[in-house]
């Protein structure tokens, strides 16, 4: 397919989205949404900025020839963070895809809809950050916590107490964790497709079926069984309650019908609810002070990070910039 006609059924992909469509940058996650589209272009709005940005025709045509050009596609880490909407809105195209675990823009043979673009409003790391009133939030702050006091790499060097407050956040965050866990998982499975897995900035997920069985009533079972010529004495089995209510009444021990192996194990007898609560609070003053703090840091890691795209840009990236003078 030429690049023209790309570009055409591209447009008409653009077009469809729904107004309140919020769309993300492949690698700095900025969201960001298209105003308008035109023959030769296609405007942009950044969620935290008021300045129209154009997207140009000849500019998408080069990171076509990349990605058409390229043996498994184009790496998004050659891209200019100014040039990171390309890659967003060329993967509207049912024929180009982004793969957020493998960091690629690529061709693909099965139409497929961009794991970018959000129909909904999406918060961002600008917005006023609140605390998650929820268990898993408060247990994994006292475990990052410890986890920095003490070196996990050394657990036999670690005291005891150490090893026992550890162990018991652990166990904590691994019980609220898997609660949450199930909660997400409800309202996934509403929105997802069997075999169209779904991509996120962590990793990806997909709907999947499995088969559960439980018996019908033993003398149904049983009957059925029999009905078609099975001897019922080939699929009854020994009832280990039954076993014991029978050992009750003899003088066999368990040893005579059992086989038994006795492992030793670690399990959490109580928790100090008090002594996280006042550790927690300590830990949350502790970040509102931070945070207060890290203006200053935070330009510095982001003249960081722009100085290391540009390093690793790839040669044409200058063709992604607009001309000087040039207006939306």
Known sequence: MTFSASWHNLLENAEELPSDATLLTPLSRKPFRITDVQEHRILIEYRDGDDTIPLQREQ??????????????FSLDNLPSDAEPYATVLS?????EIDDREGMLAETDTPTSS??????????????????????????????????????????GMETPALVNLYTLLSDVQRNANDLRQDVRSVLLARLHHDQPVS????????????????????????????????????TSVDASK??????????????VYEIEESEYVRKADVDDESKETRLQGLKDQLAATDEDTADLQAEIEELEQRIDDLTSFDSAASFHPAAGEKS
């Open 200 to 235: 996120g900035q962590y990793g990806s997920v997909q709907r999947t079926s499995r088969r559960n069985r439980t018996l019908k009533d033993d003398d149904e079972v049983l009957e059925t069984l029999t009905a078609a010529g099975i001897d019922r004495e080939r699929v």
């Open 92 to 96: 509207l195209h049912p024929r180009f």
């Open 115 to 156: 794991p970018l673009v959000d129909a909904h409003e999406v918060e961002t790391d600008e917005d006023d950050r609140a605390e998650p009133d929820i268990s898993v939030y408060a247990d994994a702050l006292l475990l990052i916590d410890a986890l920095e006091r003490h070196d996990p790499t050394d657990l036999e």
């Open 243 to 256: 076993v014991d209510d029978a050992l009750e009444v003899t003088e066999l021990s368990e040893s005579d």
């Open 60 to 73: 998408f045509e080069t990171l076509y020839g990349h990605v058409t050009d390229g043996w498994g596609g």
